[in-house]
């Protein structure tokens, strides 16, 4: 398995701009993506952002599509979401996760960090 760890998250007004780190570390030579997710509060999990370990092909949601951009270092096993021109809809809990490939389902999951966008 692998561990995930995220920062970054806070409380920002609108428009503004917040970058969230996750630092993996163990089993992370076997990795296939990393990507992000959120989840408000009554609302489901949802996909947000996910790059490849291999390649670095990047793929988002289009609620985020030309705000929010993911990025890697994979010498410090660290995936990144910048994310800008904040919405009070972006308000939710972020996680990271890291899958082996063949889906999420199979991924290990951080803790979350908390993002809140005051209006």
Request: net charge positive.
């Amino acid at each position: 398995h692998v561990q995930l760890v995220e920062s970054g998250g806070g409380l920002v007004q609108a428009g503004a701009s917040l970058r969230l780190s996750c630092a993996a570390s163990g089993r992370t030579f076997s990795r296939d993506a990393m990507g992000w997710f959120r989840q408000a509060p009554g609302k489901e999990r949802e996909f947000v952002a996910a790059i490849r370990c291999i390649g670095g092909s990047t793929y988002d949601a289009v609620s985020v599509k030309g705000r929010f951009t993911i990025s890697r270092d994979n010498a410090k096993n660290t995936v990144y979401l910048q994310m800008n021109s904040l919405k009070p809809e972006d308000t939710a809990v972020y996680y990271c996760a890291d899958t082996p490939g063949g889906g999420w389902g199979s991924a290990d999951w951080g803790q979350g960090t908390q993002v809140t966008v005051s209006s």
